[in-house]
């Protein structure tokens, strides 16, 4: 529903309200300026999908707008395909998603036909993290474990490049447990005092056997036990807009299984590198993992 139809909405269902129990309808009142403001702004003015993704920092989401062409453009960033979308049937947008490791400042997408629209990446501040792993192999894997962790990074990668042709069945995403949200996305960690790879994705704490909810519909595109990530599930949810649950404790989908949103994926664990049970969980898109806070509303600039 367009952003405008649900303030409407919202705000006669306020006024109802406030007309049965015969009180003063200063709400409405203040729903109508809000409308009145709605009404000046100008015809391109943003929908929501772009006010709720639209966070172009490193490890967010740019939302580009690609005018109204009557076929979906196709767009590439960094060479990848780009995930495009029709916003309140008025205009068609780009969502892409900005690698942690571009730099602040200008940056260029290209639409199918030769043009190359700009658009601004602002500086963010990442965390520091300290975790003390037990298991120093886990730190500092040996020779057959590397050749492992490389070979299971190639699987993955593979699958973060897929680019399936179907629309996201929403863009807002649910939740995938209920739980507070631990580890932010892009913390720099350091595991027993070595600097590794910054924090790809946003934890939930949530106890062993916590059911996982798919965020949005999505088909399985791989399931594996990893060195590193435990048990774990891939889920397509169109347009190279992919999510990752890792550490499960239980996998209860199997390959190929299209699975509706909100539809079981499997249990909270602490498989893999994990200092006790949670979910982490990564969304990607165009093979750049992003902060999943912004798919749930919970962004921190
Ligand atoms: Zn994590």
Known sequence: MPALA?????????????????????????????????????????GFITRLLNKPVPGGVAVIDLGNPAQAPKVRYQGKPVLTVHEDSKRWIAIVGIP?????????IEVEGGQKLSFQVGAKHYTEQRITIKNQQQVTPNAAN????????????????????????????????NGPLSSPFGLRRFFNGEERNPHSGLDFAANRGTPIKAPAAGKVILIGDYFFNGKT?????????????CHLSEIDVKLGDEIARGGHVGK???TGRATGPHLHWNVSLNDARVDPAIFIGAFKP
């Not at 942690?100 to 260029?108: E, I, N, W």
């Not at 962790?149 to 069945?169: M, V």
């Not at 599930?233 to 649950?245: E, N």
Request: net charge positive; aromatic share 8%.
């Open 233 to 245: 599930v891939f889920l397509d949810h169109g347009q190279g807009l992919i999510s990752m649950f």
């Open 268 to 270: 909270v664990g602490a």
């Open 100 to 108: 942690l490791s571009v730099k602040p400042g200008t940056q260029q």
């Open 146 to 177: 590397l050749k492992r962790i490389e070979r299971e990074l190639a699987e993955q990668t593979r699958a973060y490049q897929q680019f399936s042709a179907r629309q996201p069945s929403n863009l807002m995403f649910d939740r995938p447990v």
């Open 6 to 46: 649900r303030l409407n909405e919202r705000c006669s269902r306020t006024f109802m309200t406030q007309k049965l129990r015969g009180q003063s309808p200063l709400l409405h009142k203040l729903c109508l300026f809000v409308l009145a403001l709605c009404l000046a702004l100008p015809a391109h003015a943003e």
